[in-house]
């Protein structure tokens, strides 16, 4: 029996989550290896690295970039869940990915994967999972990132070591999420109806930032409090955590109880090399419309909505700047952290 049936048979055969084989066990293309692809996932067999399954997101990312005769050569592990108990990674010869459901899997390699693993891997609040895969630092350029979900490792051509990226603090252009929360703030003006049917509006609660999950009367999670979304992943690559404003209108109604708007709205933030700039965009808003009875404004909530999707879904999508970086600088991350503040890790320039 060869070393990949054992361990297709230490993981159930096909009672186990690989399921029947898709085919022969078969020679790998760099003519070192063995593998043998099944239903749910494949396994990898070399000389020096023994036999070992890869499935699902990383199997899938391995071989987009190019199975074994890629960077990270062949698996060293099976796949195994995180210390964390979220997300799921394989090592392998020179590399590791690393999966979590909302961004994806991606890789983390060399001296930026060492310095990440001495602070304790995924573990590390300071840096959480990767987000990208090791990157280069510009177009042609031999110094290389890591981009995390809180923070950013650097690693310069040549040096013998990586090291942690700080926020870039010149001119404002890193915020704090008061700051950011001013900005979005006027962004959100135009959005906000100032009568309805002549009826004045007023402020219940300024715009801040808040947003469950949902408006529906069922139980609030206590993250859906929390003034930022996860990071998503939209197929390519991740996308920036997302600002959750919540602002309340009352409608004044003479001789009844006032009529109560609830608008929430998710706000991108993301940059423009191009321009230099940090821009804003609302990406999705809804509303809950809460009219009293009886009221003598003989308005119903469904009127009141066409109205607000009249006003408000021109807006969705617009482009709005929100800060200027300083001329001269490589920007290699703008990152939304998860107490709101808005950190812009740029490449050293020494």
């Not at 964390?84 to 930026?112: C, M």
């Amino acid at each position: 029996m060869s070393a990949i049936s054992e361990k297709y048979q230490q993981l159930g055969a096909s009672n186990g989550f690989l399921g029947q084989p898709l085919g022969l066990e078969t020679p790998c293309p760099d003519g070192a290896g063995r593998f043998r692809h099944y239903k749910g996932g494949s396994i990898y067999w070399q000389s020096t690295t023994n036999a070992h399954e890869v499935h699902g997101t990383i199997k899938n990312r391995w071989a987009q970039m190019g199975w074994e005769k890629s960077l990270l050569g062949y698996p060293v592990t099976d796949a195994t869940k995180t210390p964390d108990g979220i997300g799921r990674f394989n090592h392998f010869q020179h590399g590791s990915l690393y999966w979590k459901p909302s961004i994806s899997a991606h890789e983390v390699h060399g001296l930026i994967k060492q310095l990440w693993a001495n602070g304790g891997w995924e573990t590390n609040p300071q840096l959480g999972y990767p987000i990208s895969d090791e990157l280069p630092a510009s177009n042609g350029s031999g110094n290389r990132y890591g981009d995390f979900e809180n923070g950013v490792l650097y690693w310069k051509s040549g040096a013998t070591k990586a090291a942690p990226l700080f926020k870039l603090a010149l001119t404002d252009t890193s915020r704090t999420a008061a700051e950011v929360l001013v900005a979005i703030r006027k962004i959100m003006d135009p959005l906000l109806i100032r009568k309805f049917d002549g009826h004045q509006t007023y402020f219940k609660q300024f715009p801040i930032f808040f947003g469950a999950e949902n408006l529906g009367g069922f139980p609030i999670p206590p993250e859906a409090f929390k003034p930022v979304t996860d990071y998503s992943f939209n197929g390519t690559s991740v996308r920036n955590r997302l600002y959750k404003l919540r602002t309340v209108l009352g409608v004044e109604v003479n001789g009844s109880a006032d009529i109560v708007v609830t608008l929430d709205f998710r706000i991108e933030i993301f940059y423009d090399k191009a321009t230099h700039t940090v821009k804003a965009s609302p990406r999705s808003w809804w509303t809950h419309v809460h009219v009293p009875f009886p009221t003598s404004c003989g308005a119903s909530a469904e009127e009141i909505i066409k109205k607000l999707e009249a006003k408000v879904n021109p807006e969705i999508n617009k482009i709005h700047d929100v800060a200027t970086t300083p001329p001269g600088i490589n920007v290699l991350s703008v990152k939304v952290m998860p107490n709101g503040d808005l950190n812009i890790y740029v490449e050293p320039l020494f």
